[in-house]
């Protein structure tokens, strides 16, 4: 089969190895419960709703104990069954994880989605938004919605003490950007293997390439979960959904 002819595969990449502090004590963000089901079984089970997502790579932290740990996870939730699960252990940062989940897509895998683990209910509509984008020939796409408060510049400080304003930014210009952001495989590898800066994206890596970034509409439930009021607000959330769907 050609490469004209070939469907186009999908494969998600979450990382997952973040402690997040701002949670407070306790299991590693990504193991958090929501329901009674850990936030990373919630965000691997978002991404494989969608049909077109034929691989879940999940990187675990560093150690090969959390990667079994991760592993048994796995398997002791029903995930569907056409989609196949990966756990490979991360690096020390986002950005090195990211890179190691790269790593571990087979042959065949022509676009790749970056989620947070911390993004548990993005919906199944924004997860194949992204993947048809870039399907249609977008190198890079991300989900984002508008702001609704305004943005304030400053000159940041980091003794506490008040912090000066330098502009306001004209909020019709700037988006919240959520994941999963998507790639062509091909740009996003080359991206990790070009850009040594640290960035808080991988959409911000394929602009240093120079690499144009779409942008699509993004969902208010694909929120990210930080800190304890969000872990109230993604309960809420699947409380709806039951009431709702009836799960």
């Keep these: 089969m ?3 002819t070939r469907p186009s595969r999908t494969a998600a990449v979450i990382p997952a190895a973040g402690r997040g502090v701002r949670l407070g004590p306790g299991a590693p963000k ?8 850990p936030m990373l079984i919630h965000a691997v089970r978002a991404m494989a709703a969608s049909r077109s997502v034929s691989l879940v790579v999940v990187v675990a932290p560093p150690d090969e104990t959390s990667a079994a740990e991760v ?16 756990v490979v252990p991360g690096g020390e940062t986002r950005q090195e994880s990211v890179k190691l989940g790269l790593d571990a897509l087979p042959p065949g895998i022509d676009v790749v989605l970056v989620h947070d683990a911390a993004r548990p209910l993005v919906p199944v509509d924004t997860v194949d938004g992204v993947i048809e984008a870039v399907r249609e020939g977008a190198p890079a796409v991300v989900p984002a919605l508008p702001l609704a408060d305004t943005v304030k510049q400053v000159e940041a400080r980091t003794d506490g003490g008040p912090e000066l304003v330098v502009a306001t930014p004209e909020r019709a210009r700037l988006r919240a950007v959520q994941t999963p952001q998507g790639f062509d495989r091909a740009t996003l590898v080359r991206a990790h293997e070009t850009v040594t800066d640290n ?14 970034v779409v942008v699509v509409p ?7 979960v930080t800190r304890p009021l969000d872990l109230v607000l993604a309960e809420a959330v ?8 009836g799960f």
């Design 2 to 4: 050609s490469d004209e």
């Design 30 to 37: 990504a193991l958090r419960a929501l329901n009674g089901t």
């Design 71 to 86: 592993k048994t996870l796995l398997a002791d939730h029903a995930l569907p069954e056409r989609t196949d699960f990966v």
């Design 199 to 212: 960035v808080t994206d991988d959409a911000g890596m394929v602009e240093q390439l120079g690499v144009p």
């Design 218 to 224: 993004g969902h208010e439930e694909a929120f990210k």
């Design 238 to 245: 699947l409380a709806r959904r039951r009431a709702n769907d």
